[in-house]
Nanobody, 127 residues
Framework: QVQLVESGGGSVQSGGSLRLSCAAS????????MGWFRQAPGKEREFVAA????????QFGNSVKNRFTISRDNAKNTVSLQMNSLNPEDTAVYYC????????????????????WGQGTQVTVSS
């Protein structure tokens, strides 16, 4: 069992930056692949970024590529999402999620690959 708690959300003006963090409980965090998703009102949950258990591989959604970075610290049981050049289209609730799937890399963009989810943190970007 892994419990995930996101933090760092808030309101920012267009062009600004935010850093989201996700703290995980449990001693097996380092064995989980981690992902960030977001969901805006009336829209489906959207893949944002993902990082493999050992940080060797990362993936990014097309809409955030070159603006967002993902990192993790397995010693501190945390995964972070650095978001730069934010725009109003980035407004959403952001969720972190954990996967222990062996086929995770091929399906990292699919929310169904993830078994544990946080409660989410709101990010609002104003123009």
């Amino acid at each position: 069992q892994v419990q995930l708690v996101e933090s760092g959300g808030g309101s920012v003006q267009s062009g600004g930056s935010l850093r989201l963090s996700c703290a995980a409980s449990g001693r097996t965090f380092s064995s989980y692949h981690m992902g960030w998703f977001r969901q805006a009102p009336g829209k489906e949950r959207e893949f944002v970024a993902a990082i493999s258990a050992g940080s060797a591989g990362t993936q990014f959604g097309n809409s955030v590529k070159n603006r967002f970075t993902i990192s993790r610290d397995n010693a501190k049981n945390t995964v972070s999402l650095q978001m730069n050049s934010l725009n109003p289209e980035d407004t959403a609730v952001y969720y972190c999620a954990a996967s222990d799937s062996r086929g995770w890399w091929a399906g990292a963009r699919n929310p169904r690959e993830y078994v544990f989810w946080g409660q989410g943190t709101q990010v609002t970007v104003s123009s």
